[in-house]
């Protein structure tokens, strides 16, 4: 080392700075935005190309710069919007450090055409790693433009760390999306290589961004939350059921407007959302909590993607029950229901509740169309396998239940808690030995969900739809064993998705390609599919299939070997050979036993949901205390 110390000249200081705000060109896009929000523009237009690596664009409708500032802008620390450090802990614009536009420059080819709202001419200015290298007028009618240029092109070595064009896009339309969520206000517009991705029309309405960035049935299932406690406000909406997702990503948290990124948060909404979600599931949200200025902190991070809150177990609490309000009132909706006053979102969003509900209510419980029935079926089941392998003369009951819920008094209840911690329900880790000789009694399905069975002195409760997607699973892979997977279309179907979904199609599509998806891309926003796995049904479900592995992609897993993506492929593939709550006719019910205990296609118990739940004659009758 050196023993002389110097002061590292100008323009390394402003590489090592640059390196804090812009990391990508996510980060780029980030900042401009954020500039013109900040100048009042209800229009703002992004621009990219290759990921925004030889090219972005932004402009907006702001109030612009003046030319006498514009040399200073392209300055460090040098900001319109604080004055004083008082003013840091009182932060109502995104931007305050006066770092963005110098670091930006420092590291790239910036063309930056403005026209003040008071002055008579535009200007443009080129700063080309930070040294402002032309200045002439313009005829720029109104607010800001900044194209930035080659990133990183004096900086080599990150300019290799840049991710493939295609990530780094994916980045920008992840981006676009928090902004227009956060601002329904303002018209955004995000073109990708020549191609718009997003236009949101800025018309004020959350839900009108929302139907953009997702779509118009999201939009309707969405639960709203309004709700304020302790001087914190809790609005924007949820996703449960169907609209659950397989990571976070679809959480979208806002603190004063401000897109921000928290454990605690998506924590306190995933812990209200219990029940709501799969296990192993993350419901979506856009949501905004209003604070008091001074009680958050945005200065922590470079990007501002951090912040931290003054009383964060507070915080959490009050989310919790906003959300858990918003959800409960999901069960009043269902007394709307019945005085014929329907909102329709509601109703879409809990069809499956509603279902339920409805089995409960309306189905009738006939003992005596029940007996005989369970007779024959004892008959087909007695008889060994052979025959019944061949024997298609059975039907499977559906049980005419009219069952209400018992409504117990309080001191009922408290016999029924006690009651249930002896039951012990087993997940079953392998699924019982069945043997044939022995009968099987389908006794039906409940809410379209549950398949009973009665074997030997057990009463076993199949998931339906767990146990028939483990099965296509299996078969699938003895498919694919077998080289066998693909089932090819005589003329490919086309099929339309958005930027992101293209975009992740493009990163795997070897690993699609090996699990029987044989994708070619069409044009810049649909794909041509040759072949699906076979099992996978109707051409209608290959967009929701493939919209269904994109939205539950693990991204923290994403450099998963190519053998495991093509079995979590494979497993979306099932997953889609039917639909939750999809009601399995009678054929399908007896397929599924059958399939389990008699031609053993499962070998064992699938890792993540249990299929199988058995409860013993003696549980039942300790729980009647009918025995000790
Ligand atoms: P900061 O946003 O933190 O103030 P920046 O480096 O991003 O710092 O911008 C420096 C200054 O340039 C801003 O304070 C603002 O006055 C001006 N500016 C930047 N972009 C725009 C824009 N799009 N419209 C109007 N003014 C802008
Ligand atoms: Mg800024």
């Not at 001191?411 to 911690?421: L, R």
């Not at 699973?473 to 066998?484: D, H, I, P, S, W």
């Amino acid at each position: 080392m050196n023993d002389k110390i110097i002061s590292l000249p100008k323009e390394v200081v402003m590489k090592i700075a640059a390196g804090e705000v812009v990391e990508k060109p996510a980060s780029i896009v980030k900042e401009l935005v954020e500039n013109s929000i900040d100048a009042g523009a209800t229009a703002i237009t992004v621009e990219i190309k290759d990921g925004g690596i030889s090219y972005l664009r932004v402009v907006d409708n702001g109030s612009g710069i003046r030319e006498n500032m514009i040399a200073l802008a392209f300055e460090r620390h040098s900001t319109s919007k604080l004055f004083s450090s008082n003013d840091l802990f009182n932060i109502k614009t995104l931007g305050f450090r006066g770092e963005a536009l110098a670091s930006i420059a420092a590291v790239s080819k910036v063309t930056l055409t403005t026209k003040h709202k008071e002055a008579e001419n535009g200007v443009t200015v080129e700063n080309h790693g930070g040294v402002i290298t032309n200045i002439k007028p313009s005829a720029f009618s109104m607010g800001t433009s900044i194209v930035v240029k080659e990133l990183f092109f004096n900086t080599p070595v990150r300019l290799k760390f840049l991710k493939k064009p295609i990530s780094e896009a994916s980045s920008i339309s992840d981006l676009l999306m928090r902004l227009i969520l956060s601002r329904p206000d303002i018209s955004f517009r995000y073109v990708n290589n020549g191609k718009t991705i997003y236009h949101s029309i800025g018309d004020g309405k959350l839900e009108s961004a929302i139907s953009r960035v997702y779509d118009v049935s999201t939009a309707k299932k969405l639960i709203e939350v309004n709700y304020s406690s302790n001087g914190i406000i809790i609005k924007g909406y949820v996703g449960v059921f169907d609209l659950e997702k397989g990571n976070r990503s679809n959480q979208t948290f806002f603190v004063n407007g401000r897109y921000f990124k928290d454990d605690i948060v998506s924590s306190a909404l995933e812990t209200s959302c219990r029940g709501f979600v799969t296990v192993s599931k993350f419901p979506m949200c856009i949501i905004d909590i209003i604070v008091p200025y001074n009680s958050v902190d945005v200065n922590v991070h470079p990007n501002k993607l951090e912040v931290r809150f003054e009383n964060p177990n507070l915080l959490k609490e009050v989310i919790i029950e906003a959300v858990t309000n918003a959800l409960n009132n999901i069960y009043i909706s269902n007394e709307i229901i019945n005085n014929d006053n329907i909102n329709e979102a509601k109703l879409n969003l809990n069809d499956e509740i509603f279902n339920t509900f409805d089995d409960i209510k309306n189905t009738t419980y006939n003992v005596d169309v029940l007996k005989p029935n369970l007779e024959a079926f004892k008959n087909v089941f007695n008889n060994d396998s052979e025959k019944l392998l061949s024997d298609s003369s059975y039907t499977v009951l559906e049980p005419k239940i009219k069952w209400r819920p018992l409504e117990f008094s309080n001191n009922s209840e408290d016999v029924q808690n006690k009651n249930n911690n002896s039951i012990q329900e087993t997940f079953i880790e392998n699924k019982p030995e069945i043997d044939i000789r022995d009968s099987i009694i389908i006794i039906g399905t409940i809410f379209n969900t549950f398949i009973l069975l009665e074997y030997k002195e057990k009463l076993l409760i199949i998931d339906q739809h767990a146990a028939f997607e483990r099965i296509n699973f299996e078969k699938m892979l003895t498919a694919y064993k077998n080289k066998n997977l693909k089932q090819e279309y005589l003329t490919p179907i086309l099929i339309n998705l958005n930027q992101r979904e293209i975009d992740f199609i493009r990163e795997h599509q070897d690993e699609l390609y090996d699990s029987g998806f044989d994708i070619t891309f069409f044009d810049d926003d649909s794909i041509a599919v040759r072949s699906v796995p076979i099992l996978l049904g109707e051409p209608m479900s290959i967009k929701s299939c493939l919209q269904e592995i994109f939205n539950n992609w693990d991204n923290k897993k994403d450099n998963l070997s190519k053998e495991i993506a093509r079995e979590k492929i494979l497993q979306f593939a099932c997953k889609h050979s039917i639909k939750a709550g999809d009601k399995l006719d009678d054929d399908t019910i007896f397929q599924i036993v059958k399939q389990l205990f008699i031609d053993n296609i499962v070998p064992t118990c699938p890792h993540g949901r249990p299929i199988i739940i058995e409860l013993t004659k003696n549980e039942l009758y300790k729980r009647f205390k009918r025995i000790q």
